[in-house]
């Protein structure tokens, strides 16, 4: 069982974490006499239903009334109430699957992470898997890099096809801009 109850008076060593079934014992060792059955009431009211990610109560403990039969214990018919935790189980709905949770579901965070199919695919090796939109986003990404080597080369032959190697060098630089932290950034062309 889970341990529901905690106790301190702020120093570790007076520490006391019990059951909800022992909430007596606790609060008979810790608690003045006079004031134990409204601590009890409040510690109990809060645990009585608790609020799911949904906002629905759920009841979370249940009061457990047992008869003490006198044929099987010498004495009278007694009965003793006490406390426990109920059986609950909360559902969360993902999608088209129901799952069980036992315990109250708290909250949930849903995290959805894009990244590019291409990285998908080869983490999970599942092409066919992809759906349509990431099939299209992989395909117009493959597009892009395409048309934009296609571009770079156009350029390039333009540049290599200039016989003047001042003007080369002057259409390189305004074409590829800077390129790289090398010292031909800083280099000028004369004209003559």
Request: with cysteine; glycine share 4%.
């Amino acid at each position: 069982m889970e341990k529901l109850l905690a106790y301190t008076n702020g120093y570790m060593e007076t520490l006391r974490v019990v059951d909800v079934e022992d909430i007596d014992m606790l609060l008979d060792e810790v608690i003045e006499k006079s004031k134990i059955e409204e601590v009890k009431g409040r510690i109990l009211r809060e645990y009585l239903s608790i609020l799911n990610y949904k906002n629905d109560f759920i009841p979370f403990i249940e009061q457990q009334n047992v008869t003490i039969d006198p044929e099987k214990i010498f004495g009278e018919s007694e009965e003793k109430t006490f406390w426990r935790k109920a059986n609950v189980v909360d559902k969360y709905n993902l999608g088209n699957i129901t799952l069980d949770i036992p315990g109250v579901i708290l909250q949930v965070q849903t995290n959805i992470l894009r990244t590019q199919s291409l990285v998908a695919d080869a983490i999970l090796g599942q092409g066919e898997a992809l759906d349509i939109f990431n099939a299209r986003a992989q395909d117009a990404i493959s597009i892009r890099e395409n048309i934009t080597n296609l571009e770079t080369i156009q350029q390039l032959e333009v540049i290599n096809s200039i016989d003047d190697s001042n003007v080369k060098a002057e259409m390189y630089k305004k074409v590829f801009e800077d390129c790289c932290n090398c010292p031909c950034q800083h280099i000028t062309i004369n004209k003559q």
